[in-house]
Nanobody, 124 residues
C-alpha cells in the first residue's frame, strides 16, 4: 500500500508560479514512477508530467512543456511539480499518482495509487 500526500496548491495570478509536492509513504527499493495529473470541472483527468526512480528523462504534456518541470528527491520519496507562467486554463485539481515500474504512461488507469488532490486556481 502506498499513500500519497500532496501539498502546495492555492490561488495565483496569471503569470505566477506554484510548486506542488507529493510525498509517498512507502519507502521501497522497487522501481516506480510518480506522476501528476489534473482535472478541471467537467473535464476528464489529464496527464501533466511523470518521472521514474531510475532517472530516465521525465515526461511532460505538450500543454505544459517549457512552463512546468517535474523533479524528485529519492531520499525523501517526494516528487515536485514546479509550475511557472501559469495560465487560467491551468486551473484544476492536481493529483499525484504512483505506479510500479519505469514506464511513464499518460493514461490514468495505468497508475495504482492516487493522492487526494490539491486545488490550483489561476485567476486575477
Amino acid at each position: 500500500q502506498v499513500q500519497l500526500v500532496e501539498s502546495g496548491g492555492g490561488l495565483v495570478q496569471p503569470g505566477g508560479s506554484l510548486r506542488l509536492s507529493c510525498a509517498a509513504s512507502a519507502r521501497t527499493l522497487r522501481t516506480y514512477t510518480m506522476g501528476w495529473f489534473r482535472q478541471a470541472p467537467g473535464k476528464e483527468r489529464e496527464f501533466v508530467a511523470a518521472i521514474s526512480r531510475n532517472n530516465n528523462p521525465p515526461k511532460h504534456a505538450d500543454s505544459v512543456k517549457g512552463r512546468f518541470t517535474i523533479s524528485k528527491d529519492d531520499a525523501k520519496n517526494t516528487v515536485y511539480l514546479q509550475m511557472n507562467s501559469l495560465k487560467p486554463e491551468d486551473t484544476a485539481i492536481y493529483y499525484c499518482a504512483w505506479r510500479e515500474g519505469n514506464l511513464t504512461p499518460v493514461t490514468p488507469s495505468r497508475y495504482e495509487y492516487w493522492g487526494q488532490g490539491t486545488q490550483v486556481t489561476v485567476s486575477s
